[in-house]
């Protein structure tokens, strides 16, 4: 089975970065793609990025300038950094296994538990 | 980027009613659309894949349809549980977006 388990601080000052890490256990870490997805508190989904077991990112246009994310396949960790924070990107962030299907496309399987993260002066 | 427009944003029904859930996209793409299913303070869950393929331990209650712009997620035979938010996704390109979820209660 399985298991992301992510960490991470949740409570940010404007203008501080924000950092989450995820563990995946159980299951190949090489045959997918790992991502982060976050969502504002009672809105949407926001896909933020991705990355490989090689180190291959994709990123959303929106928050490219802002946003890293990174790959420890020692330990099977993805990390994500978002730099310049404010109160917009208060939201639950999810770190999220994108599945590639046989149809030549993929979605979206396994999710953590969610890291609330809120900015906030 | 590719928009993705559900509607109805909310609806209500009873236990035991059929409701459908259309997600429309502003470009073709293909079969690539899954749907999702999000409890309060939960996670979302994955329901169909590929617009019309049930996931792994999802009641067959649930079904997708549709190819191009246009998608439908039906729900027969409503159930307590299935009050929830869902959220349709397209993978045809990055950056994958969402629809902006429609909310089922219990009328």
């Known amino acids: 089975q399985v298991q992301l388990q992510q960490w991470g601080a949740g409570l940010l000052k404007p203008s501080e970065t924000l950092s989450l890490t995820c563990a995946v256990h159980?299951?190949?870490?090489?045959?997918?793609?790992w991502t982060w997805i976050r969502q504002p508190p009672g809105k949407g989904l926001e896909w933020i990025g991705e990355?490989?077991?090689?180190?291959?990112?994709n990123y959303n246009p929106s928050l490219k300038s802002r946003v890293t994310i990174s790959v420890d396949t020692s330990k099977s960790q993805i990390s994500l950094n978002l730099s310049s924070v404010t109160a917009a990107d208060t939201a639950v962030y999810y770190c999220?296994?994108?599945?590639?299907?046989?149809?030549?496309?993929?979605?979206?399987?396994?999710w953590g538990q969610g890291t609330l993260v809120t900015v906030s002066s | 980027d590719i928009q993705m427009t559900q509607s109805p944003s909310s609806l209500s029904a009873s236990v035991g009613d059929r409701v459908t859930i259309t997600c429309r996209a502003s470009?073709?793409?293909?079969?690539?659309l899954n749907w999702y299913q999000q409890r309060p303070g939960k996670a979302p869950m994955l329901l169909i894949y590929a617009a019309s393929n049930l996931q792994s331990a999802v009641p067959s209650r649930f079904s997708g349809s549709g190819s191009g712009t246009d998608f439908t997620l039906t729900i027969s035979n409503l159930q307590p549980e299935d009050f929830a938010t869902y959220y349709c996704?397209?993978?045809?390109?990055?950056?994958?977006?969402f629809g902006q979820g429609t909310k089922l209660d219990i009328k």
């Open positions: 470009q073709s793409i293909s079969i690539y």
């Open positions: 159980g299951g190949s870490f090489s045959a997918y793609y």
């Open positions: 999220v296994r994108r599945m590639f299907s046989g149809y030549d496309q993929s979605h979206f399987d396994y």
């Open positions: 996704q397209h993978s045809y390109s990055t950056p994958y977006t």
């Open positions: 990355i490989n077991h090689r180190g291959s990112t």
